[in-house]
């Protein structure tokens, strides 16, 4: 819930942040990022004078349509939403200027791609019989993640190594708003963005899915940070790294995280490297918390 704001009054500015973000999400959506994406790219790193007497951050639509080779005109039709079907021959010259990576440029194709609006109701989420036996055989930090970063499920070394790590908590809504999380990342804002970029990239742009959308609109009330990083339009590759978490009982910890697709669930696992110390500060937390529950829960298929 979100502080200050319940009931009737919470339903009302969602349901007004849901109906903005659903229209510009029809509308417009390739033109957004590209506006979004060039005020990130400064002036001096195309080879352009910064100039003083800049309004806009970034770049001018101007100069990107002359570094990419085509006419300021088609580009702001592009950007106002007028031509939303471009060359594959304009969107690569456009990605290079926009210093796009793999990921980024694949996003601009995909959303310069027309498709059929239909709605499709999506299939509940369920954690396999397998992956439950799975999760309880590990003796590292897993749980089951769903597509709108739920967990599913967790086995009892997750909920040791973060009590956030239980079925039912959603892991976006927890690193942005659980105060806790904030002195358990060490590198907090580094993780806020990443797991935004990865949300957007997640998420899509898909107007129809109304979970994706409530929960947008629920973090863009809620978290500035939140709005902030998601009006840049990063999106990042759902997948794995190293992290260092500073846990309340036995101190920092170095793991590594690894994130695998099982069906329509991901799989994710973290581990530390063998005979280190963050692996005796993890065994020592498994032997702490050896007569707990097992909580390797959820809806079994």
């Given at each position: 819930m979100i502080q200050g704001v319940t009931g009737p009054l919470l339903r009302h500015?969602?349901?007004?942040?849901?109906?903005?973000?659903?229209?510009?999400?029809?509308?417009?959506?390739?033109?957004?990022?590209l506006q979004a994406r060039r005020g990130l790219v400064s002036?001096?790193?195309?080879?352009?004078?910064?100039?003083?007497?800049?309004?806009?951050?970034?770049l001018r639509r101007e100069e990107v349509a002359l570094l990419a080779g085509i006419s300021a005109d088609y580009y702001l039709r592009l950007e106002r939403g007028r031509d939303s079907n471009p060359s594959l021959q304009v969107l690569e010259a456009l990605a290079r200027v926009l210093q796009l990576d793999d990921v980024e440029t694949a996003w601009l194709w995909d959303l310069a791609t027309p498709r059929p609006r239909v709605r499709r109701a999506r299939p509940v989420e369920r954690v396999p019989a397998r992956l439950q036996h799975l999760l309880a055989a590990l003796d590292v930090p897993a749980f089951v993640e769903g597509r709108y970063f739920d967990v599913l499920a967790s086995n009892k070394a997750a909920v040791s190594l973060s009590p956030r790590l239980v079925p039912?908590?959603?892991?976006?809504?927890?690193?942005?708003?659980?105060?806790?999380?904030?002195?358990?990342?060490?590198?907090?804002?580094?993780?806020?963005?990443?797991?935004?970029?990865?949300?957007?990239?997640?998420?899509?742009?898909?107007?129809s899915d109304p979970r994706a959308v409530e929960l947008v609109g629920e973090l863009s009330l809620a978290s500035a940070r939140?709005?902030?990083?998601?009006?840049?339009?990063?999106?990042?590759?759902?997948?794995?790294g190293s992290v260092t978490v500073d846990h309340p009982r036995v101190g920092p910890l170095d793991l590594h995280r690894e994130k695998l697709p099982v069906g329509e669930v991901i799989l994710v696992i973290y581990y530390p490297d063998e005979h280190s110390d963050s692996a005796d500060k993890l065994h020592l937390l498994s032997t702490w918390d050896a007569s707990a529950p097992n909580l390797a829960l959820g809806p079994r298929t």
């Open positions: 500015r969602l349901m007004g942040i849901v109906t903005t973000m659903d229209a510009a999400a029809r509308t417009n959506a390739l033109g957004e990022y002036p001096e790193h195309v080879g352009l004078p910064a100039g003083t007497r800049r309004r806009v951050p970034g039912g908590e959603n892991r976006l809504r927890s690193l942005l708003l659980d105060p806790a999380e904030r002195g358990f990342h060490r590198d907090w804002e580094g993780a806020v963005a990443s797991f935004v970029g990865a949300a957007r990239k997640t998420l899509g742009h898909d107007e939140f709005r902030t990083l998601w009006a840049r339009h990063d999106v990042r590759a759902l997948d794995g």
